[in-house]
């Protein structure tokens, strides 16, 4: 099949100008469908590589492609990342000055630019539809394009109107891209845009780069620190319900050492602008926030992400989950929960007016949940929620590593809710717990609760155990936690099941004594050119790689962008492995293409070289 338009094969540029071995899943079923000049819709999981999809055929075809966003505060990452690359750049949207603007129309009106990145309220301003095509506008690409669907979680009005874009451009070969599409917001985008006959990518939701960690939330402050420190230096997002406790976080993490900064809507516009520059910059790793940050995040480079707090449902759970390991490297994902934190989300829901919207919100809930007190493998379980099946023993979860083990807990549920039953159903878990311990506390005594039958028959096990014991009987709808009656646990239809003894109990037990171990990180380089056999860095070469990250920060300083515009980890390893002496030996590095070469080349193999001197 021959190539409707002239140039360079998309592979040679892959490597040429973007720097990259491989094409990743579904990159050039699409971009060679683009080239051919058909339309796409492709939905691929964050960090699937999406603007590679248009911006490799921006750079072989002739005239302009114009990248429809909604996410301003990326566009100038992104535009920085292509002209990093050598592909001439530019945005437009309403947070410009107007020297930027003018930079931008000349190079539009010269016919240089390339790639144009245009918010959707930009183009309902008239005529600049008839603007773009004197521009040569010779392909569009609606990023984010479940936008446009009412049945999307982020409806836009502004994208209505990209309907028209069809209209205006009939010849020309349009791509739809999103993270998140299930078949009816699929229907609805290429019904929207008027996508001709496109073709259709629908990836995998898996992320295998991603470890997912569930546990019981007990001291989250301390087991938070405690993660963190053990990966001291990379870069994390902690995720917490409430700006008081994002705050509080932020201040205990920074007291035990660790570089953190809070991130919430009750900030100063200014601060919060400051510290989300922080760390994306690497300046801070960690930052701590409520879910209110993460849509102007693209940092390829994040390492864990951890929930201090239940999340609402599983879509945001992955959506939140996935901002880790972009870059395809390992990460890892942890999340804490309680019965507290049920509680605290039911109190919400109820307050909900709409009976749809109470009822849906609680499925999610429960969906939650059930992902949260599994014992089958989670990431079956996540995929299964998106309609994906997946066999499950992945190796890449708490459950399939071993770090946990599922123990028969009926004797000491029974136990509970029996102590539950014989004071009448009224007392919450920490006055359950005293009884079956057989704490003696003024209140126990007062009402003669110590001489139930019940009372220290579980005086073997720790306060935390039987705390455990009764999140998990609530998580699993045994027992329901009456906000109304001072948090007493009532015991559910399944719950009286369980405790005449129709169905039994398991609980899930850290192994005990194994400690977890890291997967963020592991300094794993893929050996050069073909195959992708990984080797881990170690020795000397790790000592070069903390050095050319120095000077890669250094130098990321000086010019003002993100470090990873200059290159990702994953260069950084193979320099330090591969230890190139010439440009062509460079070339051989992942992520080195002709401009990076050209602009760092020489920087980077002379720390080399300095480093091989200091060695001898
Ligand atoms: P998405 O928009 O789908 O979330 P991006 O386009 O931001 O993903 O790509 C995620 C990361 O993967 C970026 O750092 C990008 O440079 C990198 N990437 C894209 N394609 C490739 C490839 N073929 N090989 C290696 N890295 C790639
Ligand atoms: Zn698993």
Known sequence: MSNLTEGPPPRSILKSVFGFEDFRPHQESIITEVMAGRDVFAALPTGGGKSLCYQLPAVIRPGLTVVVSPLIALMKDQVDAAKAAGVEAGCLNSAMDPSERRKVFNSLNSGRMKLLYIAPERLAIDGAYERLADWGCNAVAVDEAHCISEWGHEFRPDYRQLSRIRNVFPGIPMMALTATATQRVQDDIITQLGLDNPHVVRAGFDRPEIFYRVEPKRDALRRITDFVTARKGRSGIVYRATRADVEKTAAHLRDRGIDALPY??????????????????????????????????????????????????????????????????????????????????????????????????????????????????????????????????????????????????????????????????????????????????????????????????????????????????????????????????????????????????????????????????????ASGGSGSEEKELSGTDLSLFEKLRALRFRKAKEIGKPPYVIFPDRTLRALAALRPHTGEEMLDCPGVGEKKLANWGELFMGAIREFENDEN
């Not at 929960?337 to 605290?344: C, E, F, H, L």
């Open 264 to 525: 919430h809507a009750g900030l100063p516009d200014e601060i919060r602008r400051k510290n989300q520059e922080k760390f994306k910059t690497d300046r801070i790793p960690v930052i701590v926030a409520t879910v209110a940050f993460g849509m102007g995040i693209d940092k390829p480079d994040i390492r864990f992400v951890i929930h201090g707090d239940l999340p609402k449902s599983l879509e945001a759970y992955y959506q939140e989950t996935g901002r880790s390991g972009r870059d395809g490297d390992d990460a890892e994902v942890l999340l804490l929960w309680s019965a507290g934190d049920i509680a605290k989300s039911m109190f919400h829901i109820n307050k909900l007016e709409d009976p749809g919207e109470r009822n849906r919100a609680g499925v999610s809930l429960r969906k939650m949940l059930l992902y949260a007190r599994t014992f089958a493998c989670r990431r079956k379980v996540l995929l299964a929620h998106f309609d994906e099946e997946h066999p499950g023993s992945c190796g890449g979860c708490d459950i399939c590593a071993g770090e946990v083990e599922s123990v028969d807990a009926t004797e000491d549920a029974r136990k509970l809710l029996s102590a539950s039953v014989r004071t009448e159903q009224r007392y919450g878990s920490h006055y359950l717990v005293d009884i079956v311990r057989g704490t003696v506390t003024e209140k126990i005594k007062d009402r003669g609760h110590d001489n139930l039958p019940t009372f220290g028959v579980g005086a073997d096990e720790s306060r935390k155990y039987w705390l455990g014991i009764a999140d998990d009987l609530e998580a699993g709808g045994f027992v329901f936690r009456d906000e109304e009656r001072f948090k007493a646990l009532t015991i559910t239809g399944e719950g009286k099941e369980l405790l005449f003894g129709r169905t039994d109990f398991r609980t899930i037990r850290r192994v005990g004594g194994r400690k977890e171990s890291i997967h963020a990180g592991t300094l794993k380089f």
